[in-house]
T-cell receptor
């Protein structure tokens, strides 16, 4: 069964607007972590933001925020004030502490294009 | 200073050859990983080592053999290369344990693009 689902293969947004990238996950663990990574066309994997399953507040890092809805098992990434440099592939990932050791399991990614 | 460095960045070789990719991290992390990213950009874990001990070994053909001489290095050797091995291979590292071990972020290398002809 797919543990991380990103239902948007591609998304488009106008420069300076906000965009939400969807991520849902499946786990029976009580303790887990959710991550978002960015992969620009140059290929490197850049860590953006982390949310722990016990964190009560939604994580924020600059223009990135994570809309964490535990009951719905969703961890959407919100990028505010999009910039041209935000055009990239975005991956949602999960670490389950109890069952999967230290691995991160990734979703299939969403290709974001920011239009001028 | 590059935190996680992989060499080579590009590798083009013939089917049947044997090749290696090297990885080194200078972050003081004790866990290292190999991930494979296929042509559809899907990232899948292959191996993980913690303090030189193999802790994750996914369903990977035994033509792939990781080696960790110390906790700062994790190399990947591939025997008898096949067309389907063409992919980008990422090395990564992280801390393990700690009070909030789930938060330990993976730091990735720049990737090694392997093309098998």
């Amino acid at each position: 069964a797919q543990k991380i689902t990103q239902t948007q293969p591609g998304m488009f947004v106008q420069e300076k607007e906000a965009v939400t990238l969807d991520c849902t996950y499946d786990t029976s663990d009580q303790s887990y972590g959710l991550f978002w990574y960015k992969q620009p066309s140059s290929g490197e994997m850049i860590f953006l933001i982390y949310q722990g399953s016990y964190d009560e507040q939604n994580a924020t890092e600059g223009r990135y925020s994570l809309n964490f809805q535990k009951a719905r098992k969703s961890a959407n990434l919100v990028i505010s004030a999009s910039q041209l440099g935000d055009s990239a592939m975005y991956f949602c990932a999960m670490r389950e502490e109890e069952t999967s050791g230290s691995r991160l399991t990734f979703g299939e990614g969403t290709q974001l294009t920011v239009n001028p | 200073d590059t935190a996680v460095s992989q060499t080579p960045k590009y590798l083009v070789t013939q089917m049947g050859n044997d090749k290696s990719i090297k990885c080194e991290q200078n972050l003081g992390h004790d866990t290292m990983y190999w991930y494979k990213q296929d042509s559809k950009k899907f990232l899948k874990i292959m191996f993980s080592y913690n303090n030189k001990e193999l802790i994750i070994n996914e369903t990977v053909p035994n033509r792939f053999s990781p080696k960790s001489p110390d906790k700062a290095h994790l190399n990947l050797h591939i025997n008898s290369l096949e067309l389907g091995d063409s992919a980008v291979y990422f090395c990564a590292s992280s801390r393990s344990g700690g009070r909030s071990s789930g938060a330990n972020v993976l730091t990735f290398g720049a990737g090694s693009r392997l093309t098998v002809l």
